[in-house]
RNA sequence: GGCCCGUUCGUCUAGGGGUUAGGACAUCAGAUUUUCAUUCUGGUAACAGGGGUUCGAUUCCCCUACGGGCUACCA
C-alpha cells in the first residue's frame, strides 16, 4: 500500500463559484501531487440535483486552469483510465455497493417519511436527548431491521419510496490518523446511521465519495476541516465495504476565516470588506448579481497561488515568495497547520506588488497593451515597455498604471491644485521660465542632460531644488507623485515636454507674476 | 445542547524543555536621491488562563476559557 502510485482528488459540488477556500484545496492537492509524481484528478460532486447551479461546472475548471492548478484526469482535463469523474454520470455504479452492505448486515433499507422523521426528532428533542436516527432510534422506525422480511419485499415491490441507511455500530472506537492532526478517535455512538442512498436513487456524498476514491485508487484525502466530522463514518464504510487495506490517508485542512470577527469567509465578507472571494468573476445565473474575482482584479495566478499556499502552510524559513515550482519542491502537508487562518486582503495586494515587480517591463507592457488600445492611445511598443518599467515600482497592479502614468499619453488636464499654491511664485517662476528656455537650447534629451540643465538653472535663479522640482513635475504630469523625475521628461521627449511647459506658463502666466 | 478540532505580536506565521521568542503584512518614527505610493534603518507589538510533570515549561500532560467546524434523503 505505501508504494502505491500517489493519486489525490479535488470534488467540488457545482453549487456555485469555486470560493477560495476551495482553491486552496484543490492547490495543496495538486501541489502534494506534483510532489510525488503523483495524479490530481478533479471529480465533480453532483450527487444533490436540487442545488445544481448552471455554469457552476464550467466555472471550477476554468479556474483551476487560471490558477495554474490543472489535473491531470478530470471534467475538462480528459478523462483518465477512470471516467466518468462526474458522479451523476456514474449513478449505476453505486447502488450495487449499497445492496452489498446490506447484504452483509451493514446497512438496511429505511421507508420512514419526512413527518415521521420529524416526528421523532421532536420526541427526542422534547425529552431532552439528542435527536439522530442511531442504534437505539432505528428500532422505533420503518425499515428493514424493524419491519418483516415480506413486508418489506412488498414494501419494495411496490416501489415505496426507501433510503439506505448504514447500520453503525453500537459502541465501538473508531480511529483514524490525520496526517495533519494525529490520531483521532471517536466513538460509533456519537455517529449517526447516515444515509447512502437516497430516495432519488443517487448516493449521498458518503457513500459516492468512498466509492469513487476506491475506485479511481486514490491514495490520500487532502479536503476541508468541515468533513473532519465524518471521516470517521467513512473509514467505517470502508471496512464495511472490504477495503481497508486501501483506503487513503487522511488530511484535513484548516479552514480559511474571515478577515475581521469570527467564522468561515464567505462571500459575504467579500462584498462588505471590498475583496474578491472568488478566483475569477461570477455572474449568478439565477439573480444576475456579479461577485468580483481576483482575475478580473488584476491579480497575477502565481501571486494569487503563492499568497493562498502560505494560507496555513509555511515552509520552514522566512521565504514568502515562492513560484509554483517553489512550492511544489518545498510542499509537505506535516508544515500545514492546525488552526483556521483569518484571510488578509491586504497581504495579499502585497503579494501580488511583488510578483509586479518580478515581472519584466515587456511582460507587463503586454498586459497593459489591450487597455491602452481601447483607450485608442497609439504608440509604439518600446515606448510602452519603457513607461512599464519606471511605472511597475510605484503600482501594485497593471490596472493602476493608467492612472498612474497617463501623462505618458496625454497632456495633464489638470494640475494638482495644492502644489500650484504652495510652490508657485514669482521666483518658482523665473525658474520655469529659464529651464524652459535651456531645454529648447538643449540638443541632447537624456535624463542626465536635462538633470544637469535642471541644476544649473538652479543655481543661475539661486533656488534650492526642493523648491521647484515638485512643481516642474506637476507643470508636465499634473500630478505630485511619481517616477524619477528626469527619467519620466526624458522619456517623455522634447517636443512634448515643452510644449507642455509652454502651456503651462501661458495658464498661470508665468511671465506675469 | 452534543461531538470533533483548534489557541505564539492586530493579521499570516517561525520556533521549540533553557532563545534578547525570529520573519512578513499592517502600523509608527527616522533617513536617502528631489517628489513618494519607492528603497533603507529603527520602534511598538505575542506564547489565552489555571494546575501539574520538571532543576527549569511558551514548548509535554490535565482542566477552564475562548474560537471554529459538524450535528440533512447538502456537499
Sequence with gaps: MSNRRVRVRFAPSPTGPLHMGGVRTALYNYLFAKKHNGDFILRIEDTDQERF???????????????????????????????????????????????????????????????????????????????????????????????????????????APYVIRLKVPRNEEIKLQDLIRGWVVVNSSQIDDKVLFKADGMPTYHLANVVDDYLMQITHVIRGEEWLPSAPLHVLLYKYLGWEEVMPQFAHLPLLLKPDGNGKLSKRDGDRLGFPVFPLQWTDPVSGEISSGYRERGYFPDAFINMLALLG???????????????????????????????????????????????????????????LQQKNIKTDTNYIVKVCALLQEKACFVNEFWDLGKYFFEAPGQYDDSVISKKLNPQSATFIKLFTEELIKSTDFSASTIETIFKSCCETRNIKTGEVMQLVRVSITGVSGGPALFEVLALIGKNEVINRLKHFIEKYQVNGL
Design 53 to 159: 447551479v448552471k455554469g457552476a461546472e464550467e466555472y471550477i475548471i476554468e479556474s483551476l486552469k487560471w490558477c495554474g492548478i490543472e489535473p491531470n484526469e478530470g471534467v475538462g482535463f480528459g478523462d483518465g483510465a477512470h471516467a466518468p469523474y462526474r458522479q451523476s454520470e456514474r449513478k449505476p455504479l453505486y447502488k450495487q455497493y449499497a445492496e452489498q452492505l446490506i447484504k452483509n448486515g451493514h446497512a438496511y433499507y429505511a421507508f420512514d417519511t419526512k413527518e415521521e422523521l420529524e416526528e421523532m426528532r421532536k420526541r427526542i428533542e422534547a425529552a431532552g436527548g439528542n435527536a439522530s436516527y442511531n442504534s437505539i432510534t432505528r428500532q422505533n422506525m420503518r425499515n428493514s431491521l424493524t419491519l418483516s422480511e415480506d413486508e418489506v419485499k412488498k414494501l419494495l415491490e411496490n416501489k
Design 313 to 371: 502552510w509555511h515552509a520552514s524559513g522566512n521565504r514568502e515568495i515562492f513560484s509554483k515550482e517553489e512550492l511544489i519542491q518545498e510542499f509537505s502537508l506535516d508544515r500545514v497547520n492546525k488552526a483556521g487562518a483569518k484571510f488578509d486582503p491586504e497581504k495579499t495586494k502585497w503579494f501580488n506588488q511583488q510578483y509586479l515587480r518580478k515581472r519584466s517591463p515587456e511582460q507587463l507592457a503586454e498586459i497593459w497593451m489591450p487597455e
